[in-house]
């Protein structure tokens, strides 16, 4: 159990802020995620990854959704000691994932009425900036998951994800747009994965 006293500490999200970075660098959508263990006193990643939506050619893939798979199938069905770090806040579906994995505690940058409310103003026909604006926080009391959920953490940094345009995608004869690579992982989880079930 994560305490309600639980304070998200800056390092963690700043990795995720920096996953997002390469996930947009190698054309994903700019969004990160980290999932740590508190260990005692000691709070530890366990997993950090960027998005992969595009390059998966998966609209359901989410970084948060994918980095809860991976550490469940490692760790066991349930994560209450785990902490998600996400820059942005978990969708419905995630969040759902958070009920069901009986994630410890949720911290994000942007919340989905932010990526809806920059949506209004820098829409294209080709990117539209979809949202989900079921708050996080909703649905898991609706799962009956009472856990510290923090959002807005770092959010002034999150946000700038936003517009956030990778140097190494910028067109140049010399040197062509990097390709995906394997997520990273700080430490792999113990144990062989098994079929997860609810
Ligand atoms: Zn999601």
Redesign the pocket.
């Known amino acids: 159990m994560i305490p309600a006293s639980f304070k998200p500490k800056r390092q963690f999200m700043e990795l995720a802020i920096a996953e997002a970075r390469r996930a947009g660098d190698r054309g994903d959508y700019p969004i990160g995620a980290v999932i740590t263990r508190l260990e005692g006193r000691r709070e530890v990643v366990i997993a950090n990854a960027g998005n992969r939506v595009k390059t998966s050619g998966s609209s359901i893939k989410?970084v948060?959704?994918e980095t809860l798979k991976y550490v469940s199938s490692g760790y066991g069905r349930y994560l209450p000691d785990f902490v998600l770090y996400t820059t942005h806040e978990?969708?419905a579906?995630?969040a759902g994932a958070c009920v069901w994995s009986k994630i410890g505690a949720v911290v994000y940058g942007v919340s989905q009425e932010d990526i809806a409310a920059y949506g209004r103003k820098h829409a294209t026909e080709y990117y539209r900036w979809r949202a989900c604006l079921i708050p996080c926080q909703y649905v898991l009391e609706k799962g009956d998951h009472h856990v510290p959920v923090i959002g807005g953490f770092l959010r002034d940094k999150c946000h700038q994800l936003f517009s956030y345009r990778s140097p190494s995608r910028e067109p140049s004869p010399r040197q062509p747009a990097r390709v995906s690579s394997r997520p990273k992982v700080a430490s792999r989880p113990k144990g062989r994965p098994r079929p997860r079930t609810r």
């Open positions: 989410h948060e959704l978990p969708c579906m995630c």
